[in-house]
């Protein structure tokens, strides 16, 4: 009997990956390449690969892809990505099957990873979890009564202050412009351009605007004041937003994930430090937050068993 698999896509703001997978969720192969200024370029010559590359014996049956933004899931259109404007509007799910003639299925990046994380992840312990995908952005997926809610679940633009600064959403006050990976960045080098004192002054030899978020965690490891301070600032933004997330939800877990989870003992503790506070203290007691066990493959496991229930069970 002929096996089938799907190629799962997971589109980010820094990074995409494409990956084949079979009908057990296991990643055969995985590319990835940065997302640049032309990511559907980028998107289709990683499917082309990845298909140049599919082991005999296999029926490609379809195609899932999970966007970091806002989507429409029938249409296939991506309504809004604040991280990648050049996909605002743009019929992927049509663009992708002109090229490919197979059976495509569009997702939001965040609610991918969260039915990866429940299907074969963290999230196979509990009945209802909020997922947080910490990255460039900040997106969010939820799972209730075991099942992937059809919501936008954009938690990363909700607002936790009415002024600024600005989001790339173009509201002000949202999570996500307090307590991303760009927004840890951004206030690293104001803060450097204000005169304050700094070892990222000095990396990639003087040009501190090429500096990642990784740099600061690791000057912050090295002591530098102004690297913990930035971390542990946004760390509490994002416990503000977990906090009103467990007294809307009261959910078992909130489970994180994405490359900001490296400044898990800065970083995530002063979220978990601020929600503490802020959450009812009845609903926070029984919440546990927990680490993706999938990490970066959440998003692939998650949009791949969306493609295998929804097109090629068709």
Request: glycine share 12%.
């Amino acid at each position: 009997m002929t096996e089938s698999f799907c190629i799962a896509g997971d589109i980010g703001g820094t990074n995409i990956r494409v990956s084949l997978v079979d009908s057990e969720y296991r990643i055969i192969s995985k590319l990835k390449e940065p997302t640049g200024a032309e990511p559907l370029s980028v998107l289709f010559r990683l499917i082309d690969r990845t298909m140049s590359e599919q082991p005999a014996g296999r029926k490609l049956c379809g195609i899932g892809l999970a966007v970091a933004g806002a989507v429409d899931r029938v249409g296939g259109v991506v309504l809004r990505a604040p991280n990648i404007p050049s996909f605002t509007g743009l019929d992927l799910h049509g663009e992708t099957a002109r090229r490919y003639g197979i059976s495509t299925i569009i997702e939001n990046d965040a609610n991918a990873a969260a039915f990866g994380e429940k299907i074969a992840g963290a999230g196979r312990d509990f009945k209802n979890f909020v997922m947080l995908t910490l990255g460039t952005g900040i997106g969010g997926g939820i799972v209730a009564d075991d099942k992937l809610l059809n919501v936008a679940a954009e938690i990363g633009h909700t607002t936790i202050s009415t002024t600024g600064p600005q989001c790339s959403c173009g509201n002000l006050g949202c999570l996500e412009a307090y307590a991303s990976a760009t927004a840890i960045i951004g206030n690293a080098v104001g803060a450097i351009e204000k005169g304050s004192a700094s070892i990222l002054k000095d990396c990639y030899n003087g040009n501190f605007y090429k500096m990642t978020a990784e740099d600061i965690y690791k000057a912050a490891l090295e002591g530098d004041p102004l690297s913990r301070s930035v971390l542990r600032e946004a760390g509490k933004s994002l416990g503000v937003g977990i906090a009103n997330l467990v007294n809307i939800m009261s959910p078992d877990a909130v489970i994180l994930t994405g490359g900001l989870l490296g400044a898990w003992n800065i970083y995530i503790e002063a979220a978990i430090a601020e929600a503490s506070k802020r959450a009812f203290p009845v609903l926070f007691s029984k919440v546990k937050i927990v680490q993706s066990s999938l990490g970066d493959d959440a998003g692939t496991v998650g949009v791949a068993a969306l493609a295998f229930q929804k097109v090629c069970a068709a």
